[in-house]
């Protein structure tokens, strides 16, 4: 890799239908920032953003790079990432047969990879619910067994869209913690969320989107104590996503 950064997008635009949903985004994410938090208006980009970097939207403009490479086809998704969504998609089966089929990166055989992946469940809190229905557990137990069959793939880069926004406290808490182990483990997160407690809880970084446009990027101590842009300041007062755009 010598010096390319983990991650870079250049110059990204995308335009569905010919409406501006990601406006010539620049941005580098080196080795050391652990956790990224995305955050801004609804409709302001941040989704498509992460399913650009996935590799799962092609941009109409621009280029994306993950550990200096391109993406690896149109519609495909960079290996050594990871994307869990708000409602992770799970496989009719038990929590552990939806482990048992993520692909194991070490190449290991049924026996290892069921070890392998009971230990996981273990480390998610799961291991009591091994044999259970993955489509009857809670919304919290759905959200760490996608967590857990991320895990499993030992990426790089977690890409993570809400991941508690459905939850309650608890099941919040719970999934926090994991996404900390996850970075404890040397991967890196990048984080979507309207929670600002979280954010600031979990980020060591945050990106302010508006209108398809990256506006501002701070640590996050720095952007909540003093926000660059007048857009940020709004969107931290609470204002509503049209009085952000009056405010531009």
Do not use: Y
Not at 52 to 67: K, M, N, S, Y
Not at 68 to 83: I, N, S, T, V, Y
Not at 150 to 155: E, F, I, M, S, Y
Not at 178 to 185: E, F, H, N, T
């Amino acid at each position: 890799m010598g010096t390319e950064p983990l991650l870079s997008l250049r110059g990204v635009s995308f335009r569905p239908t010919g409406r501006t949903v990601l406006d010539e985004i620049d941005f580098e994410w080196n080795e050391g920032i652990g956790i990224c938090a995305l955050i801004g208006p609804n409709g302001a980009g941040k989704s498509v953003m992460m399913r650009t970097i996935h590799g799962l939207l092609e941009p109409d403009a621009g280029e994306v790079r993950f550990e200096g490479r391109p993406p690896p086809g149109k519609g495909l998704a960079f290996d050594r990432q990871a994307l869990v969504f708000q409602h992770p998609s799970l496989f009719r089966g038990s929590a552990l047969d939806n482990l048992l089929l993520v692909p194991d990166p070490a190449g290991r055989g049924r026996r290892a990879r069921r070890e392998r992946a009971l230990e996981m469940l273990d480390r998610v809190g799961l291991r009591p619910l091994a044999a259970a229905p993955a489509l009857k557990l809670s919304g919290g137990e759905r959200q760490r067994l996608a967590l857990a069959r991320a895990w499993l793939t030992a990426p790089r880069l977690l890409l993570l869209d809400e991941p508690t926004a459905s939850l309650d406290p608890s099941a919040t808490e719970q999934v926090e913690q994991l996404i900390r182990d996850i970075r404890a483990g040397g991967c890196r997160v990048l984080l979507i969320s309207h929670n600002l407690g979280q954010t600031a809880r979990l980020a060591d970084e945050v990106v302010f989107m508006h209108r398809g446009r990256l506006l501002e990027r701070q640590p996050t101590a720095a952007f909540f104590d003093r926000p660059q842009t007048r857009e940020a300041r709004h969107f931290l007062q609470g204002a509503l996503p049209w009085q952000l755009s009056a405010a531009a």
